[in-house]
C-alpha cells in the first residue's frame, strides 16, 4: 500500500482511511454507512435518504442553523448524499480546523434530533423534491431504467422514494433504522488532505463513541433478471428521452477496467462513437453518451439519447448499431490507445480535488477492502488488451438482455421487444 495512505480499525469496529496530501491546506473528510436504498423494504423506501435530509434539521447541542454555520463561518462546508447502499456525510474545511469538523460531524450522526414537526415539515420538501424528478424526463428516465435494468431486486428502488411512503415516515421509525444501520463496524471515515492520520484517528475514537454491536447486518440481495424490459411512458413533452442498458459488473470484478476502456470508447465524451456517429455524423440526437454504475454485487450500463420524436426509430437503430459492431468487429485503429490515455488523465486530473481523492479511498475501501495507488491502478488499465474489450461487449450487449425505458410524445406500444432484437 502506498505511504501515503493509512488505515486504522477501532476497537469498536469503525475503519478510518487517510491520504495524506502535504501540498495542500485542505482536509475533505467523510463518514460513509453502509445504509443505502438497497436496504430497504418497498413499504420504507426512501427513508435513508430522508434520515440525510433530517440529520442537518439539528443535534443534541446544534440546530439547524447552527450545524449549517459549524463550518460554514471559518470558510468549510457539510454536505451529505445517498446512494442505493451507503449515505455519506461530508465536510470540506481548512486543516487546522478538521477536530471542528470531526466534531460537527459526529454530533449530528450520533445524536439527531429528529423533531416531530421538523419530519412533518422535511416529509413536504421531499415529496416536492420526488414531483420535481417526475417532472424532468432527462433525470428521472435515469430512476427508471435502473428500475428496469435491477427488476426484482432492492438495488431497483428509487432512492429518494415516492410520495406514499414518505408520508408514512416517523419519529420512532428513523430511529429503528439508525439503531439497526448508523453502527461502528458499518461505518468509514474517510479523509484526504494536509492531515495526520493518529492525530485524526485519536478525535475519532474520542467523539465517536459507540459500542460495537454483536448482531451481523444483513444486506438486501436476491436474483437479477438476465432479460430486459420495456416502459413507454407517454408524456406531453417536445423531445423524445430514450434509456437504453443492461447488466454489466460489479466493482471488484476482473473485467471492471475492460469495461471501463469499453464505455469510454462507445460513449464517454466528445470522441465517442456515440457522439461521433449518431450525433455528429448522422444528427439523430443532440444527446447520446454512455455511463456506468458499479455496485458491490452487480452493476449496470446506460446509454441516453434525447431527440426529436420524428427520429426516434432511427437513431434507436443506430445505437443499436454501435452495439453490434463492438460486439462482433471490437476495437479498432488507436481506440484502446485513446481510451487507456483519456482514463488515466481523468485520474490524475481529479487529484486536483481532495474530495476526489477521498470519496475514491472511501469507495475502494468499501468495496476492495484497501486501497489501490495510482500506479496499482495505471497498470490495470494499461493491461487491459482489445480482446478482453470485445469480450464484454460480447457479454453485455446482447440484444434480448437489454431494457429499454422512453418518455415523451409517443404511444405505449410504440417500440417493441422486436425493435431491440430486429438487427437487419
Known amino acids: 500500500m502506498d505511504s501515503s495512505y493509512q488505515k486504522s480499525i477501532l476497537p469498536n469496529g469503525l475503519r478510518v482511511v487517510t491520504e495524506h496530501v502535504p501540498h495542500v491546506r485542505s482536509v475533505s473528510m467523510g463518514v460513509w454507512v453502509e445504509a443505502g436504498s438497497r436496504d430497504e423494504t418497498p413499504e420504507i423506501n426512501g427513508i435513508f435518504h430522508f434520515i440525510e435530509h433530517m440529520l442537518f434539521k439539528g443535534s443534541r447541542r446544534r440546530d439547524a442553523r447552527q450545524i449549517a454555520e ?11 448524499f445517498t446512494s442505493r447502499e451507503r449515505t455519506c456525510y461530508q465536510a470540506r474545511i481548512l486543516d487546522e480546523h478538521l477536530p471542528l469538523a470531526i466534531d460537527v460531524l459526529s454530533d449530528l450522526i450520533l445524536h439527531p434530533r429528529f423533531d416531530e414537526q421538523e419530519i412533518e415539515k422535511e416529509k413536504r420538501v421531499v415529496q416536492d423534491e420526488i414531483r420535481d424528478l417526475e417532472d424532468s424526463p432527462a433525470e428521472y428516465i435515469d430512476e427508471r431504467i435502473i ?15 415516492i410520495p406514499q411512503t414518505v408520508a408514512q415516515f416517523s419519529q420512532r421509525g428513523l430511529r429503528d433504522q439508525v439503531v439497526a444501520f448508523y453502527r461502528p463496524d458499518n461505518t468509514v471515515v474517510a479523509a484526504a488532505g494536509n492531515l495526520d492520520h493518529r492525530g485524526l484517528v485519536k478525535e475519532v475514537q474520542r467523539l465517536f463513541r459507540l459500542p460495537r454491536s454483536s448482531d451481523p447486518i444483513k444486506r438486501r440481495s436476491g436474483l437479477f433478471q438476465s432479460s430486459g424490459q420495456l416502459s413507454i411512458l407517454p408524456k406531453k413533452i417536445k423531445q423524445l428521452h430514450v434509456c437504453l442498458g443492461g447488466l454489466a459488473y460489479p466493482y471488484a470484478h476482473d473485467g471492471k477496467y475492460a469495461l471501463l476502456v469499453l464505455n469510454t470508447v462507445l460513449g464517454d465524451g466528445m470522441s465517442s462513437r456515440l457522439f461521433q456517429n449518431v450525433r455528429e455524423r448522422k444528427g439523430l440526437a443532440y444527446a447520446v453518451y454512455s455511463c456506468l454504475g ?5 452493476g449496470f450500463f446506460n446509454i441516453y439519447m434525447a431527440t426529436d420524436p420524428s427520429k426516434s426509430r ?20 488507436d481506440e484502446l490507445k485513446h481510451a487507456k490515455a483519456q482514463l488515466k488523465g481523468r485520474l490524475m486530473l481529479g487529484l486536483e480535488s481532495m474530495g476526489s481523492r477521498m470519496m475514491r479511498l472511501a469507495q475502494q475501501e468499501l468495496l476492495l477492502g484497501m486501497p489501490l495507488s495510482l500506479d496499482e491502478t495505471e497498470a490495470r488499465i494499461d493491461a487491459v488488451s482489445a480482446r478482453e474489450v470485445k469480450k464484454v461487449a460480447q457479454e453485455l450487449f446482447q440484444r434480448q438482455r437489454l431494457s429499454l425505458v422512453a418518455i415523451g410524445p409517443i404511444e405505449k406500444d410504440f417500440y417493441t421487444v422486436e425493435d431491440l432484437c430486429d438487427d437487419s
Open 70 to 80: 459549524s463550518l460554514e463561518s471559518v470558510g468549510g462546508g457539510l454536505n451529505g
Open 147 to 161: 428500475a428496469n435494468v435491477w427488476r426484482g431486486n432492492t438495488l431497483g428502488l428509487p432512492i429518494i422514494g
Open 294 to 298: 458499479l455496485a458491490s454485487d452487480t
Open 314 to 333: 432511427e437513431v434507436l437503430k443506430a445505437v443499436l448499431r454501435e452495439l453490434d459492431l463492438l460486439r462482433e468487429d471490437g476495437l479498432q485503429g
